[in-house]
């Protein structure tokens, strides 16, 4: 076979001995950042051969082959760079072969928001094909955080069954915006797997999870043979002692020091089987310990305090088809909430019983929650959020189409950012669930000082087929917007916006009643734009940052802006030479 392309070639030999169930062949190919070669013979109790493959540019490579007939278009479509490598050597029949391989990746990246770059993957297979000693190595790297992985075990294939034994597991994240060590996952106990017509087995085993906070005992996960295929499910284990950090792990930065930390400690348990009839007991509980939350002093001052948890509790229970899920939070300082849903499941899906769109919603959430910051949670990073809640909220419909109704009532508001100058208190929030809509009928927020000003707004929100859609109309009178010594903003007018499938819309007219802007008498150097760094391994100059970030960006709804500020009477810049006022009209679109 001599196959020559506009930018690849094949070229291979092949001689078949059906009847033997034997062969030999070689084959070159060379393609697109991709080269393999082939050579090699194979009977059933005797055979040798080696392949070698070479990808220069595993991109390239990829999108060459799911050109090809019968591939997926979208083979490899995850993959956006990096190089890799690969050798087999084999030596014997095709009963029981004695297998080498070895495959390096020393560079991979994958798509994603962030992506995900691979570096130094390197994987082993050695011995006979029947039971082959693995272990596999990489490091991963998504913005700042680090993941490095180790496994080693054993596998094969023996009749028409795969087995082997999983030997060791390490696994460590770092993400410096949560310290500086590692959070861990070690395996403790070896166990082994079988897979087989469809059916997957899995042996009892243990791990340990260790955070990187000193004070932290490692937490012991557990768990029972593993059964799986056929359209049934069985697994049961259990997670003790697991600290409050780990949620810190799950959610990034936003949650690391936020307004809620403290010692409180877990523990989960889960027992389910998916057969003719399905049986789930599952739940997270509070096995002991504390959190302290943000709370303020009367002089205004943040503070934390022991939220004195009675009781914290998730469990999900079933009857057959009808699965419930329940809540309870109660605390001395912290507030309380109990919510309860019920749906049912339906046959089918991997596990052999699956969650449906049509599944009916019934449920409730009650909920009290007093003035503390763990609202910040819900804010931009540096800002922050407080205020106390109440909601009574009642559940129904069905899982593609939830139904809510109730009320949502928020006092003492208060929004600050010190580094934008933006402190907002005494603020209100009065709103009602209705179907798959948000009412918002009052929302309040002062401005800083007796005499700060308000923000008030009304407006709904509804999610649809199509979408989330919005509309909000705000009404600013004598706002305090900014209180920096540096940038001081005091304004008045209306906003009107609006939000659906055709992007957002926003109007208004505003006036500045009172401003003080003091330019920096000194401002950090920078190239100018007509400055070319050749080779440079990151953008240089600013607008060289904002144009490679915004490429990376996703396209954005479709935006229109038509507001009109009024600068006023009291418009002062100062700084740099300069003390004027500014009168006049801008116009925003």
Do not use: C, Y
Not at 239 to 244: D, E, I, Q, S, V
Not at 251 to 260: D, E, I, L
Not at 294 to 315: N, Q
């Amino acid at each position: 076979l001599d196959v020559r392309m506009s930018d690849a070639s094949v070229q291979a030999s092949l001689e078949l001995q059906p009847q033997a169930k034997a062969g030999s062949g070689r084959a070159a190919i060379d393609a697109p950042g991709l080269q393999v070669r082939a050579d090699g013979k194979i009977a059933q109790r005797g055979g040798a051969g080696k392949l070698d493959v070479q990808a220069a540019d595993v991109s390239r490579a990829m999108q060459w082959i799911a050109r090809w007939p019968g591939v997926p278009r979208d083979v490899g479509g995850t993959v956006s760079g990096g190089r890799a490598d690969a050798h087999v050597a084999w030596q014997g029949g095709w009963q029981d072969p004695a297998v080498q391989a070895r495959i390096n990746a020393p560079l991979l990246t994958f798509k994603g928001t962030p992506p995900w770059t691979v570096r130094d993957a390197n994987a082993t297979l050695a011995g006979r094909l029947a039971d082959a000693q693995l272990q596999l190595h990489l490091r991963a790297e998504q913005e700042q955080r680090r993941v490095v992985l180790d496994v080693a075990g054993r596998g094969g294939r023996k009749g028409a069954a795969w087995q082997g034994q999983l030997a060791s597991l390490n696994a460590a994240v770092t993400d410096p915006s949560l310290g500086k060590d590692a959070w861990t996952l070690a395996l403790q106990r070896a166990f082994e797997w079988r897979w087989s017509a469809g059916r997957f087995e899995a042996g009892a085993g243990a791990a340990l999870l260790k955070s990187p906070r000193a004070n932290d005992a490692p937490a012991q996960l557990a768990w029972d043979p593993v059964r799986w295929g056929n359209g049934e499910l069985r697994t049961s284990g259990r997670l003790t002692g697991l600290p409050l950090a780990w949620i810190e792990l799950a959610g990034g930065s936003q949650f690391a020091g936020t307004a809620v930390s403290g010692d409180m400690v877990f523990d989960a348990q889960w027992d389910a089987q998916l057969g003719a009839s399905p049986r789930i007991r599952a739940s997270v509980v509070r096995s002991r310990g504390d959190v302290t939350v943000l709370a303020e002093t009367g002089e205004g001052h943040s503070v934390r305090v022991p939220a004195g948890v009675r009781e914290a509790r998730l469990s999900v229970d079933s009857n057959g088809e009808a699965i419930t899920a329940t809540l309870r939070w109660d605390s001395e300082h912290g507030g309380s909430a109990d919510g309860r849903i019920a749906t049912r499941l339906a046959r089918g899906g991997a596990a052999g019983w699956q969650w449906p769109d049509n599944a009916p919603l019934n449920g409730s959430l009650h909920a009290r929650l007093p003035r503390i910051g763990v609202w910040s949670l819900l804010a931009p990073p540096g800002w922050r959020l407080r205020g106390s809640l109440a909601a009574d909220v009642d559940i129904a419909g069905t899982k593609a189409d939830p139904q809510l109704a109730g009320t949502l009532a928020a006092d003492d508001l208060a929004l600050r950012s010190v580094v934008d100058g933006v402190e907002m208190q005494g603020g209100k929030l009065r709103a009602r669930l209705q179907g798959r809509r948000v009412v918002i009928d009052e929302f309040i927020l002062r401005g800083s000082g007796a005499n700060g000003g308000t923000l008030s707004a009304k407006g709904e929100g509804a999610w649809t087929s199509s979408g989330p859609q919005a509309s909000m109309a705000a009404e600013l009178t004598s706002l305090r917007a900014s209180i920096r010594s540096d940038r001081q903003l005091t304004v008045s007018g209306h906003i009107d916006a609006k939000r659906d499938s055709n992007g957002t819309v926003v109007n208004g007219n505003l006036r500045i009643d009172q401003a003080l802007i003091v330019l920096p008498d000194q401002s950090t150097p920078k190239l100018g734009d007509d400055v070319v760094v050749r080779n440079a391994a990151a953008p240089i100059t600013s607008k060289d940052a904002r144009a490679a970030e915004n490429a990376s960006k996703p396209p954005s709804d479709k935006l229109q802006v038509a507001v009109d500020i009024d600068l006023g009477n009291d418009f002062r810049v100062h700084g740099v030479g300069i003390d004027t006022r500014w009168r006049g009209t801008l116009a925003l679109s």
